[in-house]
């Protein structure tokens, strides 16, 4: 294994305390136990809160700031965070109107987060980001895995959550945007954890894992390499035929976001070539893709991948996802 590492223990320090200080205008880090919050408490509104296992930067702590996130609680590499972490974060950002949590579907993370909630001394309320269409079961998960499309979910809500909406009006919009959300990720290698030192499986030079989940969950089926126009199209089919399954209409000319994220070791030459071909295949079903999003947005440590995610929009939702938002990851100034 070969990694930018000092001792493995405290990697995951040394790397909030990087990121810390290179945002030191947006965020505060706060240690035993580890959160970090907004620079500037926000005011009397619903405080947005999001974490979960490190490892899939900039997922969580990229996205705290004006227009998203309130704190993140950043456990350590694909592990949850604690109640600890999430009861702290939620102490300090409490601005009078409540504590949203926006979690990814993962038993550790879903847990945690409801033992913190039923602690918490004022109102909180949960939204399960579930977009993940691969599978309906897999490692760490009972039900469907909530991956790339949390990005999405935490900049509506997040938006939203900046007018002064109460809390049961952010949900129901964080609720929305994760039912109107699919993905689906395609590995072309493994991921190695530090601690593990070595690829959490394994994958032959010529092989590819279809529906792989952000952790190196088993996917739908592990197949040759093929060119990415049909990779592309395997995709598209499977998102669709999700949201036929869950009868969300796509046949009037849909407005839809189109996110390709990497998974961390993906060149955005490659990225936006799933892109070209995912909108086109896209259009030829009467989705008009009006808002776009391609990077590494929802990483997999050292994965060599990508996922496709789709959003449907209505007036709502492209209503937040256009307002305003300052974060280390994400930045949009009207």
Not at 15 to 28: E, K, M, N, Q, Y
Not at 287 to 311: E, F, H, K, P, W
Request: charged share 20%.
């Amino acid at each position: 294994m070969k990694k930018f590492i000092n001792k493995i223990d405290n990697i995951l320090i040394e790397s909030l305390s990087g990121f810390a200080t290179a945002h030191s205008d947006l965020v505060t880090l706060h240690l035993d136990p580890n959160f970090l919050t907004r620079k500037n408490k926000a005011q009397n509104k619903v405080a947005v809160i999001s974490g979960g296992g490190s490892g899939h930067e900039p997922l969580h702590a990229g996205y705290i700031g004006y227009g998203m996130l309130d704190a993140a609680c950043p456990g350590h590499v694909f592990t949850s965070p604690t109640p600890d972490q999430m009861l702290m974060a939620a102490e300090a950002v409490h601005a009078d109107k409540g504590i949203l949590f926006i979690v990814k579907n993962y038993a550790g993370d879903v847990m945690n987060f409801e033992m913190a909630a039923e602690m918490l001394p004022f109102e909180s309320a949960t939204v399960l980001t579930s977009d993940d269409c691969a599978v309906i079961n897999s490692t760490y998960t009972t039900g469907r895995r909530g991956v790339a499309g949390t990005v999405i979910v935490e900049k509506c809500v997040g938006s939203l959550a900046e007018t002064g909406a109460d809390l049961q009006t952010c949900k129901a919009l964080g609720d929305k945007v994760n039912n109107r959300t699919a993905s689906i990720g395609i590995a072309l290698t493994s991921c190695t954890v530090p601690a593990a030192g070595r690829p959490t499986f394994d994958i032959g030079d010529t092989e590819l894992e279809m529906g792989v989940g952000i952790h190196g969950e088993p996917g739908r089926r592990r197949e040759t390499m093929r060119e990415a126009d049909e990779l592309v199209r395997d995709c598209v089919d499977a998102i669709l035929a999700d949201f036929k399954a869950r009868d969300l209409d796509t046949a009037n000319n849909s407005e839809a976001l189109l996110l390709i994220n990497g998974f961390g070791a993906t060149p955005l030459m490659e990225l936006y070539l799933i892109y070209n071909t995912a909108a086109k295949l896209f259009s030829q079903h009467s989705i008009q893709i009006s808002r776009s999003l391609v990077g590494n947005y929802t990483t997999a440590l050292d994965m060599a991948g990508a996922s496709v995610t789709l959003c449907l929009l209505d007036d709502e939702i492209k209503r937040h996802w256009d307002s305003p938002v300052h974060t280390a990851a994400l930045r949009h100034e009207r």
